[in-house]
């Protein structure tokens, strides 16, 4: 079936480090990717996507591309800030008529000043 | 415009209980998804629903568990006799229509402890 494998956290990182999540996918067909963040006591919240091979997904700072050859959705940051600290989630869907969203586990970000 | 609203935040049960999750979509939206995330684990997708209807339950484990949508009020996701191993967090999610394109937005989830 389908999965998606993230780095197991916590990671931690000092303010304005260079940040890496790796994400890798399996998928019986041709997903769209995404990185939902969840803060302290809140919602997962969209954090960006990428419906197809080759696109980059960005938004607020963070960014990822979809790379097919090496199914992989890595999650990135040039400088990170202590508002960062958060959980990450990659996700996909296969196109259906409807979402239905598999999660990888988590990664838990933490940024110290 | 409100956000996805799930309450009550935090739920305790004793074994044999029942609970009862609720969640409101946003104003206008008539998709509710469930998720559920156990401990050390991603969330794993249990059911989608439109107004009145149980479209994929396919993720919900076919005994003790139970969601409705009805016409009015909010989604609820219904648990009878817990055990220890239902003990996690339940998200929802909605959508203003289907179509994998679509965003879903979530609520702050329900955290479940059966002791």
């Known amino acids: 079936g389908d999965s998606v494998t993230q780095m197991e956290g916590p990671v931690t990182l000092s303010e304005e480090a260079f940040l890496t999540i790796n994400c890798t996918y399996t998928?019986?067909?041709?997903?769209?990717l995404f990185w939902y963040v969840q803060y302290p006591g809140e919602g997962l919240q969209l954090l960006l996507k990428a419906t197809k091979a080759d696109d980059k997904g960005s938004n607020k700072g963070f960014e990822a591309t979809y790379r097919k050859e090496t199914t992989s959705f890595h999650l990135e940051k040039g400088s990170v800030q202590v508002s960062d600290s958060a959980v990450y989630f990659c996700?996909?869907?296969?196109?259906?008529?409807?979402?239905?969203?598999?999660f990888g586990i988590g990664t838990k970000l933490q940024v110290i000043p | 415009n409100a956000g996805v609203m799930q309450n009550p935040r935090h739920l305790v049960r004793r074994r044999g209980q029942e609970a009862r999750l609720r969640c409101s979509p946003m104003?206008?939206?008539?998709?509710v998804y469930w998720y559920r995330q156990l401990p050390e684990e991603g969330l794993k997708f249990m059911v989608y629903?439109?107004?009145?209807?149980?479209?994929?339950e396919s993720g919900m484990p076919k005994e003790r568990f139970s969601a409705e949508f009805p016409k009015e009020g909010p989604s609820i996701l219904r648990i009878q006799q817990v055990v220890r191993g239902d003990s996690a967090a339940y998200f929802c999610?909605?959508?203003?229509?289907?179509?994998?394109?679509?965003?879903?937005?979530f609520g702050p989830g329900t955290r479940l402890l059966v002791l």
């Open positions: 629903l439109q107004k009145e209807n149980i479209i994929d």
């Open positions: 998928a019986t067909g041709y997903p769209s």
């Open positions: 104003k206008g939206h008539s998709h």
């Open positions: 996700a996909l869907i296969l196109g259906r008529g409807y979402q239905k969203v598999t």
């Open positions: 999610a909605s959508s203003p229509r289907d179509g994998y394109q679509e965003t879903q937005y």
